[in-house]
């Protein structure tokens, strides 16, 4: 069974500043994952993926992460946070051998101040 | 692009109540997923269905059922309604072949 490990509940971070969401993964397959950003009272927003391919993943809106099989990470980055960044943050593990059901981890609630 | 649409939006019903929830994919995505997001929580898979089958099942309540037609919406019945079922309901769709879930903005439900 796969899972994923959201390291932060909550960070805080100035906005300018470099912005780091940390996420490890247990999976029996080679894992797709994915980071889901949810605003305020809005839906799931892909915001990238990790399908096998290269392991460093660009994303939206400046976004992305680097998958480390080595340390079964997946951290999310952005070089300078907006305050339009602030939202919650999912790291999701696909099930992959043929099913497709999502596991998500509980979530980093990320915070930007002026 | 078009996106997943979900109604209602928002559904207020009382205890031992049912809702329907309705889903409609993104245009010629097969697939469909349905999860639950109670306050404060993660989201949870509930159900999927591929070509109108039934392809995987998650922690859905016996007094949950779905379905998905043959114009591939989707749709949840929930009896019975608790105050527990109270969340936010999700579903996704993906393409032939493809792994990427794409959510609607979901249906809040309110059990009273």
């Known amino acids: 069974a796969q899972s994923v490990t959201q390291l932060d509940s909550h960070v805080s971070v100035s906005e300018g500043t470099p912005v780091l969401l940390r996420c490890n993964y247990s999976s029996s397959y080679s894992p797709s994952l994915f980071w889901y950003v949810q605003h305020p009272n809005k839906g799931l927003q892909l915001l990238l993926k990790y399908t096998s391919a290269a392991t460093l993943v660009k994303g939206i809106n400046g976004f992305e992460a680097e998958f480390k099989k080595s340390e079964t990470s997946f951290h999310l980055t952005k070089p300078s946070a907006h305050m339009s960044d602030a939202a919650e943050y999912f790291c999701v593990v696909s099930e992959g051998g043929g099913g497709n059901k999502l596991t998500f981890g509980t979530g980093t609630q990320l915070k930007v101040e002026l | 692009a078009a996106g997943v649409i979900q109604s209602p939006r928002h559904l207020i019903k009382e205890k031992r109540e049912t809702a329907t929830l309705k889903c409609y994919p993104i245009p010629r995505h097969d697939t469909v997923y349905w999860y639950q997001q109670g306050p404060g929580q993660d989201p949870q898979f509930l159900i999927s269905?591929?070509?109108?089958?039934?392809?995987d099942k998650g922690s859905i309540p016996d007094r949950f059922s779905a379905q998905q037609f043959s114009d591939y919406h989707s749709e949840l019945n929930m009896s019975s309604l608790e105050l527990g079922d109270s969340a936010l309901y999700f579903c996704a769709s993906s393409p032939p072949g493809g792994e990427t879930q794409y959510f609607g903005p979901g249906t809040r439900l309110l059990v009273l």
């Open positions: 269905f591929y070509e109108k089958m039934q392809s």
